[in-house]
């Protein structure tokens, strides 16, 4: 009976969550962004996993395990040698292509899901302290990104993070330590031929040490960087963004204001502080966590995000930066709760894993915290002009003539009671904001937008049916045409 019911759920709220207006474009897919399995530290199985998620009415999962786990300490001037190794189990640990090729066997099995492959990320972490002084601390060892769309082996073995897999990539920097170690090793070599005892144990001590010296210089290595090198600033941060994105994957900044970065940890201690100022730090990254199971403000009004959406509006970024729910699934009982609690919501045209990708470089995407089965469904978030022959929805560009008209239609899977607390949100001021029950339709002319100023609106719903956080539409009044980033209508 049990099944039953949970089965019915699930299709009561596919079909809920399914149903575009009429005429629309756009068909919505629900997904959950952040999941671990069994490659990392999930319970799971990649198969289990997706065989919950469809179970629960979602036709999508990103699976984000844990790329590697893995803290070293070393002693100088030999830290690459002499040193203590902690990992954890991750998709190195096993293998990315027996990753990658679970993935492939469930989507075999489930041919009607999206399964899409990736991984979280700690690109660069650094050391003070001593361990013998008792105050060994990580710092930003939790600072971590997201990795989405990565399909091949290569992708995740050459990753730019710290105690990954061999790489010439960056051999050549380290080429000028090499050539004085090996002038050493030539002095030493050239030594151990005198006749004298202490010209050769002269000899003998720089052969040995050069090449101990040689080998601890790690020329081959993954990444630019190691965690002796102090606070690097965004620099790994970027190497790894432009990396993802020249595999063609996406990247996403997560839990950017967690705060359980600062604790103990073994005999060491952890000091990952929440890392807002990264949104505006880091450019070319598709965007970050939005909603989480803690605390975040940077989606606040006038904080981070409008500060980088304001950017791109000015022409100072390249792209615009994109919110997403992220689930940190382990397990039914783990942090982020039940599988479900934190969906983030695409607009595709047609069901595939190719439009879903799309959608998601686009924008075209809402974020909600809510509690499995109940959560709120973005029925219809457009802006067009005063008279409606045009409009642009989440993710879109739109240049209008006169003031722009902006509808808003929310409503929810499972009735809830008490109002929701609604606010329109233009370059990071509220410009209306009200109390409402589900469902609402609202639709209101912004008659203080700046003529030919290129602008946008969002939207933001908070109250007893959780929290939902739509993308921005990006907005051009008074302009002559029409300019339409994707399609000619905008209503879901």
Same mark, same amino acid.
């Given at each position: 009976?049990?099944?039953?019911a949970?089965?019915?759920?699930?299709?009561?709220? +596919?079909?809920?969550?399914?149903?575009?207006?009429?005429?629309?474009?756009?068909?919505?897919?629900?997904?959950?962004?952040?999941?671990?399995?069994?490659?990392?530290?999930?319970?799971?199985?990649?198969?289990? +996993?997706?065989?919950?998620?469809?179970?629960?009415?979602?036709?999508?999962?990103?699976?984000?395990?844990?790329?590697?786990?893995?803290?070293?300490?070393?002693?100088?001037?030999?830290?690459?040698?002499?040193?203590?190794?902690?990992?954890l189990?991750?998709i190195?640990?096993?293998?990315?292509?027996?990753?990658?090729?679970?993935?492939?066997?469930?989507?075999r099995?489930?041919?009607?899901?999206?399964?899409?492959?990736?991984?979280?990320?700690?690109?660069?972490?650094? #050391?003070?302290?001593?361990y013998?002084?008792?105050?060994? %601390?990580?710092?930003?060892?939790?600072?971590?990104? +997201?990795?989405?769309?990565?399909?091949?082996?290569?992708?995740?073995?050459?990753?730019?993070?710290?105690?990954?897999?061999?790489?010439?990539?960056?051999?050549?920097?380290?080429?000028?330590r090499?050539?004085?170690?090996?002038?050493?090793?030539?002095?030493?070599?050239?030594?151990?031929?005198?006749?004298?005892?202490?010209?050769?144990?002269?000899?003998?001590?720089?052969?040995?040490?050069?090449?101990?010296?040689?080998?601890?210089?790690?020329?081959f290595?993954?990444?630019?960087?190691?965690?002796?090198?102090?606070?690097?600033?965004?620099?790994?941060?970027?190497?790894?963004?432009?990396f993802?994105?020249?595999?063609?994957?996406?990247?996403?900044?997560?839990?950017?204001? %967690?705060r359980?970065?600062?604790r103990?940890?073994?005999?060491?201690r952890?000091?990952?502080?929440?890392?807002?100022?990264?949104?505006?730090?880091?450019?070319?990254? %598709?965007?970050?966590?939005?909603?989480?199971?803690?605390?975040i403000?940077?989606?606040?009004?006038?904080?981070? #995000?409008?500060?980088?959406?304001r950017?791109?509006?000015?022409?100072?970024?390249?792209?615009?930066? #994109?919110?997403?729910?992220t689930a940190?699934?382990?397990?039914?009982?783990?942090?982020?709760?039940?599988?479900?609690?934190?969906?983030?919501v695409? +607009?595709?045209?047609?069901?595939?894993?190719?439009?879903?990708?799309?959608?998601?470089?686009?924008?075209?995407?809402?974020?909600?915290?809510?509690?499995y089965?109940?959560?709120?469904?973005?029925?219809?978030?457009?802006?067009?002009?005063?008279?409606?022959?045009?409009?642009?929805?989440?993710?879109?560009?739109?240049?209008i003539?006169?003031?722009?008209r902006?509808?808003?239609?929310?409503?929810?899977?499972?009735?809830?009671?008490?109002?929701?607390?609604?606010?329109?949100?233009?370059?990071?001021?509220?410009?209306?904001?009200?109390?409402?029950?589900?469902?609402?339709?609202?639709?209101?002319?912004?008659?203080?937008?700046?003529?030919?100023?290129?602008?946008y609106?969002?939207?933001?719903?908070?109250g007893?049916?959780?929290?939902?956080?739509?993308?921005?539409?990006?907005?051009?009044?008074?302009?002559?045409?029409?300019r339409?980033?994707?399609?000619?209508r905008?209503?879901?």
């Open positions: 009976m049990r099944i039953f949970i089965s019915m759920t699930a299709a009561i709220f +596919l079909t809920l969550l399914a149903a575009p207006a009429a005429g629309a474009d756009y068909i919505q897919v629900a997904g959950v962004i952040d999941t671990r399995t069994v490659f990392s530290d999930g319970e799971l199985s990649v198969e289990a +996993l997706t065989g919950l998620a469809e179970a629960r009415g979602f036709e999508a999962v990103f699976f984000n395990d844990h790329d590697r786990l893995v803290m070293e300490y070393g002693i100088f001037p030999l830290e690459h040698l002499l040193r203590k190794r902690e990992a189990n991750s190195h640990e096993q293998s990315a292509g027996g990753y990658l090729a679970a993935i492939r066997q469930a989507r099995k489930f041919p009607e899901m999206i399964l899409v492959p990736g991984a979280e990320s700690v690109p660069y972490y650094y #050391w003070t302290g001593s013998f002084g008792g105050d060994l %601390t990580a710092h930003d060892h939790e600072k971590r990104l +997201l990795a989405v769309g990565l399909e091949k082996t290569e992708d995740y073995e050459h990753m730019p993070i710290l105690h990954n897999g061999v790489s010439t990539r960056y051999t050549a920097q380290f080429i000028p090499l050539l004085i170690f090996a002038g050493v090793l030539i002095i030493g070599l050239v030594l151990l031929r005198e006749k004298r005892r202490l010209a050769r144990t002269v000899g003998a001590v720089a052969c040995v040490g050069s090449a101990l010296l040689m080998v601890n210089t790690m020329p290595r993954s990444s630019p960087y190691d965690q002796y090198m102090g606070n690097q600033g965004i620099a790994p941060y970027q190497l790894y963004i432009d993802v994105n020249s595999a063609g994957g996406m990247t996403f900044w997560n839990y950017p204001e %967690t359980s970065g600062i103990p940890l073994g005999p060491i952890l000091n990952t502080p929440p890392y807002p100022e990264v949104l505006e730090q880091a450019s070319r990254y %598709t965007g970050f966590a939005a909603i989480y199971g803690d605390t403000t940077v989606t606040e009004p006038g904080r981070q #995000w409008d500060s980088v959406l950017q791109y509006c000015r022409g100072e970024r390249s792209q615009p930066v #994109w919110g997403i729910a940190d699934y382990h397990k039914e009982t783990g942090a982020g709760g039940a599988l479900g609690n934190f969906p983030t695409f +607009l595709v045209r047609k069901k595939s894993r190719e439009d879903l990708l799309e959608a998601m470089r686009a924008g075209r995407m809402y974020a909600l915290r809510s509690r089965p109940q959560r709120m469904i973005l029925n219809e978030f457009s802006v067009s002009d005063s008279r409606r022959k045009q409009s642009a929805t989440l993710g879109e560009e739109i240049d003539s006169g003031k722009p902006i509808r808003m239609a929310v409503s929810s899977t499972v009735p809830v009671d008490g109002p929701v607390k609604i606010r329109l949100i233009r370059a990071g001021e509220v410009i209306r904001a009200l109390d409402a029950k589900l469902p609402f339709e609202v639709e209101t002319i912004d008659e203080e937008a700046g003529a030919g100023v290129k602008t609106y969002r939207l933001d719903v908070r007893p049916a959780g929290v939902l956080v739509g993308n921005p539409v990006f907005v051009t009044p008074n302009q002559a045409g029409v339409r980033r994707l399609s000619r905008s209503r879901f």
